[in-house]
């Protein structure tokens, strides 16, 4: 089955600087590879997600890129702020993601320092 | 519209006691599912139902049952607690993209339950 690695776990960096999380998928057959935030003692939230047809999305201060010869895929958080900081997870899906059924990474805590 | 809404927020229990989870959301999605999270090891599925009367294995299904009766309800069972069962648990649900849409939509998450076992 699909199995998603991500690094850092995690990942301390200054206000205002920028931040780099990678995962690697191992099933070529993902298409949709969505990015949570989770913040302390919340529900995860989707922040931005891409398909397998698309090689990178922009939103705001924040983007991902794909590289589907790899299997990898990165969350960029330009101009960080403390309301960053937060827990990241990765995920990758083989139906596009309707179905609800994600496979994880472990998670990147991130911390941004004012 | 509440969401996904999920009961209890705290359980504690004794190893091998039983109990189920509850789950229920408002907003028709037709795909519900059940994640783990434990530190270190993200988010891992453990059942998942694309309507009701229809559901299959994640990850780490052994230890739990689930069930659809209903398109709104999708109780988490633990048939007997070990305290490898320790963990926060996050029911969630989606639905297919609008029709002359193909971006697929979130996973909306419940609040989560902590379990602990003892």
């Known amino acids: 089955g699909e199995n998603v690695e991500q690094h850092p776990s995690t990942l301390s960096v200054q206000e205002g600087d920028s931040a780099v999380i990678k995962c690697t998928y191992s099933d070529s057959a993902s298409n949709y590879f969505p990015w949570y935030k989770q913040e302390l003692g919340k529900r995860p939230q989707l922040i931005i997600d891409?398909?397998?047809?698309?090689g990178e999305k922009k939103d705001q201060r924040i983007a991902v890129t794909l590289n589907k010869t790899a299997k990898h895929f990165s969350l960029h958080i330009t101009e960080t702020q403390p309301e960053d900081s937060a827990v990241y997870f990765c995920?990758?899906?083989?139906?596009?993601?309707?179905?609800?059924?994600?496979?994880f990474g472990q998670g990147t805590t991130l911390q941004v320092k004012p | 519209n509440a969401g996904v809404t999920q009961t209890p927020k705290f359980q504690v229990l004794k190893t091998g006691q039983s109990m189920t989870l509850q789950c229920a959301q408002d907003m028709n999605h037709e795909y519900m599912s059940w994640y783990r999270q434990d530190p270190g090891m993200g988010l891992r599925l453990i059942h998942y139902?694309?309507?009701?009367?229809?559901?299959d294995q994640g990850e780490v299904p052994n230890g739990y049952n689930v069930s659809r009766s209903t398109t709104e309800d999708f109780p988490l069972r633990l048939l007997s607690a070990a305290p490898s069962q320790t963990s926060v648990y996050f029911c969630?649900?989606?639905?297919?993209?609008?029709?002359?849409?193909?971006?697929?939509?979130?996973?909306?998450f419940g609040n989560g339950t902590r379990l602990t076992v003892t």
């Open positions: 995920a990758a899906s083989l139906d596009t993601g309707n179905t609800g059924k994600l496979i």
């Open positions: 891409i398909r397998s047809n698309v």
């Open positions: 969630a649900s989606s639905t297919s993209p609008s029709i002359g849409t193909l971006h697929p939509v979130s996973l909306h």
């Open positions: 139902s694309v309507g009701a009367g229809i559901t």
